[in-house]
Structure formats: C-alpha cells, structure tokens
C-alpha cells in the first residue's frame, strides 16, 4: 500500500465530485478539518484491535547523572508497550512509589522507570530513571510505543503525507460525506453516509484479520482511552 499526500487526497476528491469549476465548494482549511476528523475515528480502531498497528520503536541514549528523559513527540496518550535496556533486559515500570527510595538508592545497571506527568515537564512526557545512571555513557534505551497517526497541518503543504494507508477508502469517503452535510445535500450525504459504514466494517475485518499473522512478540494492551466516535 502506498502513502497518500494531501495534494492526492485534494486531487481525488475534486475529480470524483467535479469540483475543479467549483473550488468555494471545499476550502483548504475545510479539507484538511475533515481529513484529521476522519484520522482520528480510523486511529481509534487502530488503538481497540491492537495498538500493535502503530508500534514503532526509538533509541535513546543514556547519560552520567541524567535522570529524565523525554519521550517521542508522536507517542500515543504516552503509551509504552516496552523499554529494553542495551538490548538486554526489560526495563520495567514502578508500580508502588513508595519502593522509589529503595529503588534509587540501589547500585546497578538494572533501571526502573516512573512516566512524569506533563505539568511538572511543561506538557512533554517523559520516563524518569531509577536509579540515576552513573554509568550511563554507551548505554542506551530501546523504547517501544504505539504512535500518533500523523495530523495534517493547514499550513504544512501538499506534501504532507497520510501514514494509514489501509484506511484511504474510509478517509475518501468520509469527506465526501462531510462536503455533501454542509452543502445540504441530504440524498447524496445519506449515500455516502451508507457507503462510509461498509468501509468501516471492511477497514474492521482486515485489520481483525493481520491480528493473528503479526507476530506480535510485545503483548499489546487492551486499554480503551475513548470511546468510539460513529459516524
């Protein structure tokens, strides 16, 4: 599956619904309003039938006497499914705060990790570890986590790209819909309306469908966040 742009999605829109003769109909701003409403409904099946989907991986670097880190810009609802420390051992979460004491007051290389809430790090998430490692330079996290689906932004361009290619005959259509609601068009809006929950449901089957063949070595977690938004 290829990625699509937002100049293609644009493109294809207009060429489906003769729009070229009538640009007022759809506005840039309108399309890109759409096009994110429509990521988010698609991210949320992605996240309830296995956050795997969006499992991506980064390295980080450890430093002598840093003990925070901050985590990826496009981290999901800062949801970790794992950190390996050098590759050799799973770096596990503190559960009991009350051990964090102890826990930092231990000689080792053997980390634990407490997420800091965004207030105290200015609105970025971050893992802070246990101990504060003294011998930190060579080693590194490898940290595991389900990431955003990536938002279009009305001044980023027409070469911003929709990372969910599975998804593009929903996103298509869903704006279709959403052109024809505003216009007024309730005949048209109820057709593509019907036509948008078949892709929803065929977009369910086949991502259902991969769940057994991923090879899933992280057990995803099945933690819902929000509840869905049907159209």
């Known amino acids: 599956m290829r990625y699509w742009t937002l100049g293609e999605v644009r493109e294809k829109i207009e060429s489906d619904l003769d729009l070229l003769e009538e640009p007022d109909i759809l506005s840039p701003n309108e399309l ?7 990521i988010d409904t698609v991210e949320q099946h992605f996240i309830r039938l296995g956050d795997y989907f969006l499992s991506v991986s980064t390295k980080i670097d450890l430093f002598d006497g840093q003990s925070d880190y901050d985590l990826p810009d496009d981290i999901y609802a800062t949801k970790i499914r794992q950190i390996l420390c050098d590759n050799e051992y799973i770096v596990r979460m503190v559960k009991d705060i009350r051990k964090i004491p102890v826990i930092a007051d231990s000689i080792g290389d053997t980390y634990k990790y407490l997420l800091i809430n965004s207030y105290e790090t200015g609105g970025r998430p971050r893992i802070r570890l246990f101990p504060t490692p003294l011998q930190g330079e060579g080693q590194f996290l490898e940290i ?25 005959l929903y996103i298509i259509t869903f704006i279709k819909m959403r052109i024809y609601e505003k216009e007024k068009n309730y005949g048209m809006y109820q057709a593509y309306k ?6 929803e449901q065929n977009l369910i089957n086949a991502l259902a469908a991969r769940v057994d063949d991923e090879d899933n070595t992280i057990a995803p977690d099945t933690e819902i966040y929000t509840d869905m938004m049907y159209v």
């Open 32 to 38: 890109v309003g759409y096009l994110n409403d429509a």
């Open 144 to 168: 595991y986590y389900t990431r955003n689906a990536n938002r279009i932004l009305p001044d980023g361009g027409d070469a911003q790209v929709v990372d969910i290619p599975e998804a593009m």
């Open 194 to 199: 019907e036509e948008l929950a078949q892709h």
